[in-house]
């Protein structure tokens, strides 16, 4: 009998579930309007914008001209930086891409970030050279080596 008492409250306890309403958030921007508008005038073609709050200042992260992008704003709307990661090789500047093939020859171009902040602009550039992949950047029409590592899968 006692057995069967404690096997009894145990599935009682089973039984028994709790739960909880749902709970649906929902909220408005707290973006600064200052932040949007610049925004809006800087990337007119962004597509799906995605907001942070990072300390004091709001990143956001779009598609623009299939692209994925993302930008820094201070909470005046002032522009930190703009980072675009191109998808494709085909969008890289011709400028930059005869760069690029004058240092490394025979190279193939696997990717390519581009960074605009204040007035630089740079070009990190990924590369396979032969059996070594190349971290190049380009700046002030300058490339330089920033690493290479061996293809270990040869």
Do not use: C
Not at 18 to 32: C, F, G, H, Q
Not at 99 to 109: A, E, G, L, R, V
């Amino acid at each position: 009998m006692l057995v069967f008492f404690f096997v009894q409250n145990s599935f009682a306890q089973i039984n028994k579930v709790d739960t909880l309403n749902e709970v649906v958030i929902r909220s408005t921007s707290l973006v600064e309007k200052a932040v949007t508008k610049a925004f809006t005038i800087d990337f007119k073609n962004a597509v799906n914008p995605r907001w942070f709050k990072v300390d004091k200042n709001y990143l956001v992260k779009f598609i623009s001209a299939d692209q994925k992008n993302q930008a820094l704003y201070k909470k005046d709307g002032l522009l930190i930086y703009h980072i675009t990661y191109l998808l494709n090789t085909v969008s890289l500047p011709n400028d930059i891409r005869g760069m690029i093939n004058t240092s490394y020859p025979d190279s193939k171009i696997l990717t390519a970030i581009h960074v605009d902040q204040d007035s630089r602009s740079i070009w990190v550039v990924n590369l396979k050279v032969g059996g070594e992949f190349v971290l190049a950047r380009v700046e002030d029409e300058q490339v330089e080596e920033v690493q290479r590592m061996a293809d270990i899968s040869i």
